[in-house]
Every structure is written in C-alpha cells, then in structure tokens.
C-alpha cells in the first residue's frame, strides 16, 4: 500500500434492494410481471386508496426466512411492520410500508474475499418492504418538461440487506454484492438482475484520517444498479472526500446520485436520519408471528449453498478452488457442469471446456428456448475425450453449433474434421515436414531445442489442426532423436 493510501481508512456500508420473484406482489394480489402496459397492475390496496386493507405476502415471508437462515441471521419471533412517510410524485399514498426497529432477520453475516483472504461482513439486518412506482422522463414519446408516472411497481416485494459499515475498498464492495446476487439465486427467491433493477444498492461511504477514532459525515449514492457503477462511484468519492480531507475543508454528510456518463455525483438532498421519517407502526397489519415450526420447515428445505457447493466441487472433482468459484456462480452453471461431468464421466474435461470455451457463449445458450445443446456440448466432449476431435477442431466446430444449431457428427462430418491418430499417416506427414525444413532441422540438431515446437506448429499447420497431439509429439521426438 502506498504511503499516501496508509493516511486514510475508508469506511463503507451497503443497503441492498433485491426484488423477489413472487407472482404477487407484498400486499395485494396484483400480479408481479415484468413489462406490463403501466398502470395495468395496480389496485385500490397497492395504491393506497381509502379503505383498502393490505394482507401479507405469505411467500415473501418465507423467502426473508431464507435469506436470513442462509446468513447465520437470528429470526424474529414477532416483527412489525411501519410506516415510513415522505413523499415521492410516484408513490400516491405518501408513505411506504416497510420495516424499521422489529425486522423479519438480524445479526448475520456475508463472507467475502478480500486480498485472497476470507472475511467476514456483518449483517445488520434484512427486512420487507414495498417499492415505490417509477417516474419517467427524458424519453422520446415524453413530452420536454413533463413527467409520466407508472404505477405498476408500487406495492412490489423488496428484501432491504443492510451491512455494517465493515467494508474497506470499493473491491471488497463489489465482492459483497457479487456473493449477494448469487446467493439470491441459489435460494431461488430474486433474479437478482441488476440491469433490470431486480437487485440495487445504496452505498454509505466514509473517509477519515487513519487515527480518527470517529466516523466522519458520511456520503449515500442512491440507486447504484451495475457492478462497474458502483466501483466507479466509490472510487470517485472516496478521492473527492480525501482532497477535502487534504485541504482542512468541511464534508458535510448528503444524499447522491451518481451519474456514470460524466463520471460524477450530484447532490440529491441532505442527508436524512430515520427521525426525518417519522415512522410509527402499520395500524392494518399485525404483529407478523413467525413459529419454529415454520422455520424448521424451511430450513429442511434449504438447497445447496454456494460455499457448501464449492467445498462439495473441490472435495467430489478435485478442482482448484478458482475453477470451483467460477462453475457455482449460478446455478445453471454448476447444474451443467455436473450434468455434462455425469454424461463424460471426466470432471477436469468438463470444467476445462467449460471455462474456456463454454462461458463466451453462456448468455446465448442459456437464452435459448429450446434447449438441446446440452446433449450437443456432452456428444462433442466426449469425440475430445475418446480422441476422435482435436481441441482446436471442438473449438470451432463449438461456435458452428451456437449459430447453425447442428450436432457435432454434422458439422465434423461437414468440415472433415476427424482427428487424425493414424500412426503411419501422421509418420509420413511429419517426415516431409522434415525433409522440407532442413535448415530449422540443422539448428535442431547444433541444439536449438525449441524448434521442436516450431516443427509441432508445422505439423498442425500441414493436418489443418486435426493431427493427435500426443501421437504427433511422440513421432515427431522420435524421429528427430533418431537424426
């Protein structure tokens, strides 16, 4: 760490908003789809009109009991739900039910990577609340100086994450919410898509002299919604606050948003404290009760965890513990890749392939409808492992596959692109190669050993890739030790 760095201890803490994938949304029956005409979703309890009475989201209950048993959270017994008022143009009833001093989960905890090394991050605490409509501007069909408003979100389910301000680095920021999203995707309760808005953080930062014994006034930049945002908005603040730092001026604590086209903040408001809210208890909904029973219930119903998946990888396929965070990223991911090990029955085969060849194209196949190149990606793997196919003829036959959507016998067959593993054929190729490099064959033998690999690029250059390497390596020693 550079001497400059030493002066200064950053202080970070994340509130994360992941939206969960119920069919209804946390009060009403109004239903969740994404891409709906606006306004064609609402109703009298998610807009708040009078009368109307909310009624509890079983299912998204259960989905904050799932989140917090997979965080070491303690669960509440009873949890209350308030009412916290302000006023946004898009949210009609003037305050949002959430939760303030009685959350659903508290006490958890997040582990993370930080410099290679395993840490820890607190959980505060996670708890329900309901999103906020969306307000719409600076689209072409919006007329200048107006705003639209869709009400369709309101009323939608959000879990609020809220870490202690343990985090030192925008990596480590990025890290965290990274683990976020996948362990929302393991328990299946959020997409967790932060370009579509399904998961979004705020970031408290802070940036003191490294001897401070208090907190300085911190900084919130709202409504961070892609990894590299976040990154770049933490990384601006936190020099924007040590120049202030640096030069004996004030920082006063702010809410912001962060403009990633110019790469700066804008102040939004001052910042507010839970006072400014002035929340007090829903008075039509009750004191939520949560049994053992139910939560032993859920617990027996808990899936995999990623780091028990990864510690199952390194142990069952003998992986290295990079290869093994990269296959459990998200489920589909580690799912195919067991399937595939399964149908091959060679774990380093598939994780190599899947690795470095698989994952340039994960997007377009796992958006595939109709899926039937799982089968396609096992029958080409297993032509590698019986060496029937070279690596670099799978490669290309591979990206075939993606467009044309043929099999590989068809493509292979197509291309002419067998292995050649026959021993007398490859002997004779690599003996003209020879015979037609008498100069690099001399310089061979006066001890310039690295033209072997010269003589090997020949040789994949004359058979079009499709020479056995073994078998061609071996051959090619062969004969050039015999000279």
């Not at 408001?269 to 400014?276: F, G, I, V």
């Amino acid at each position: 760490m550079a001497e400059r760095e030493k002066k200064y201890r950053v202080t970070i803490g994340l509130e994360a908003h992941a939206q969960l994938n119920t069919k209804s949304k946390l009060f009403c029956s109004c239903p969740t789809k994404f891409g709906a005409p606006p306004n064609t979703q609402t109703c009298p309890v998610c807009l708040g009109l009078p009368g109307a009475l909310p009624v509890l989201n079983k299912k998204a209950v259960e989905s904050a009991i799932k989140l917090g048993l997979a965080m070491k959270c303690r669960i509440a017994k009873e949890s209350i739900f308030a009412r916290k008022n302000y006023f946004y143009p898009d949210l009609p009833k003037g305050y949002q039910i959430t939760q303030f001093d009685r959350p659903i989960c508290e006490s958890g905890f997040l582990e993370i990577k930080s410099n290679g090394k395993k840490k820890k991050i607190s959980i505060g605490r996670i708890h329900l609340e309901e999103d906020a409509g969306k307000s719409i501007h600076n689209e072409p069909f919006v007329p200048s100086e107006a705003t639209l408003i869709d009400l369709n979100r309101c009323g939608i389910p959000l879990l609020e994450i809220v870490t202690e301000p343990e985090l030192r680095s925008p990596d480590e920021a990025v890290d965290f919410v990274q683990r976020l999203q996948q362990m929302l995707r393991f328990l299946q309760i959020s997409n967790a898509n932060l370009e579509q808005g399904s998961l979004r953080c705020d970031a408290n930062i802070s940036v003191n002299t490294a001897n401070a014994r208090e907190l300085s006034a911190k900084t919130e930049i709202k409504n961070l919604n892609s990894l590299k945002a976040l990154a770049r908005a933490l990384v601006h603040e936190i020099e924007r606050q040590k120049k202030l730092i640096f030069s004996g001026k004030v920082l006063n604590s702010a809410t912001v948003l962060w403009d990633d086209k110019n790469q700066t903040t804008r102040t939004m408001r001052s910042k507010e404290t839970a006072h400014d809210y002035r929340y007090f208890s829903e008075p039509d909904l009750l004191p939520l009760k949560i049994s053992a029973d139910l939560i032993k219930k859920i617990e027996s119903q808990m899936p995999e965890l990623p780091s028990a998946k990864i510690a199952r990888f390194l142990q069952e396929y003998q992986l290295t513990e990079a290869d093994a965070e990269i296959l459990t990223l998200t489920p589909p991911r580690a799912d195919l890749f067991e399937w595939i090990t399964k149908q091959i029955g060679d774990a380093s085969l598939a994780s190599k392939w899947m690795i470095q060849e698989f994952l340039r194209y994960e997007n377009n196949l796992f958006s595939q409808k109709k899926r039937t190149w799982e089968i396609d990606i096992a029958e080409l793997l297993t032509l590698v492992k019986n060496q029937k196919l070279s690596w670099r003829a799978a490669k290309e036959i591979f990206s075939e596959m993606v467009v044309a959507k043929k099999s590989p016998h068809e493509i292979m067959k197509q291309k002419q692109l067998f292995q050649l593993s026959d021993e007398a054929k490859l002997e004779e190729i690599i003996r003209r190669i020879i015979d037609e490099n008498q100069e690099a064959l001399a310089q061979y033998r006066a001890g310039k050993k690295p033209l072997f690999h010269y003589f090997v690029g020949q040789i994949m250059q004359k058979t079009g890739g499709r020479a056995d390497p073994k078998m061609a390596n071996k051959i090619l020693r062969a004969i050039l030790d015999s000279m």
